[in-house]
């Protein structure tokens, strides 16, 4: 139980920086899913899947922030109870939570779990694609090339997705 305490401080600055409503498109969202089926479907390796699981909860969180700013529903820790909320609904119903998996020594990369680890990494690596593209919007007023709000959020889980799978062959 230990080894997961470690990731608690990378999880909370997760959603101490939960700003201002940025919601990602719904084809980033359709990317970030039809990565998962993809690498679910070839065998790739938990901790590659946790990226892309990690990605995909974090830009539903965004997108439920953007609805609930349109909607202007508005109450106490609205963004972090949010994101809070899609973390659990997501990883309590894996497989690995309740079947014993996690925390098993043959899942484990660093000390952490594998799957853990890819979905702090990669809701980390999501939200600072789509921050970074925010941060160019607002600075020029429109984006430098068609898609720019779909790759830059993804571009980080594929790159990290390289490495990873480079690092558990």
């Known amino acids: 139980m230990t080894k997961y305490l470690r990731l608690l401080p990378f999880a909370g600055l997760l959603f101490a920086v939960a700003g201002k409503a940025m919601a990602v498109c719904p084809v980033c969202t359709i990317a970030v899913g039809?990565?998962?089926?993809?690498?679910?479907?070839?065998?790739?390796d938990d901790s590659v899947a946790g990226l892309w699981i990690g990605?995909?909860?974090?830009?539903?969180?965004?997108?439920t922030h953007d609805w609930f700013e349109r909607k202007?529903?508005?109450?106490?820790?609205?963004?972090?109870?949010?994101?809070?909320?899609?973390?659990?609904?997501?990883?309590?119903?894996?497989?690995?939570?309740?079947?014993?998996?996690?925390?098993?020594?043959?899942?484990?990369?660093?000390g952490v779990d594998k799957?853990?680890?890819g979905i702090v990494i990669g809701?980390?690596?999501f939200f600072l694609g789509a921050d970074w593209y925010r941060r160019i919007k607002a600075k020029r007023g429109h984006a430098?090339?068609?898609?720019?709000?779909?790759?830059?959020?993804?571009?980080?889980?594929?790159?990290?997705?390289?490495f990873?799978?480079?690092?558990t062959l």
């Open 34 to 44: 039809v990565g998962l089926g993809v690498s679910e479907r070839l065998g790739i």
């Open 55 to 63: 990605g995909l909860t974090v830009s539903l969180s965004m997108w």
């Open 72 to 110: 202007h529903i508005r109450f106490f820790a609205r963004d972090f109870l949010t994101t809070l909320g899609y973390f659990i609904l997501v990883v309590l119903p894996l497989p690995y939570f309740f079947s014993g998996i996690f925390g098993n020594p043959n899942h484990v990369l660093w």
């Open 115 to 117: 799957l853990l680890l």
């Open 123 to 125: 809701s980390i690596a």
């Open 144 to 162: 430098h090339f068609p898609f720019q709000k779909v790759a830059m959020p993804v571009a980080p889980l594929i790159l990290l997705s390289v």
């Open 164 to 167: 990873f799978y480079f690092v």
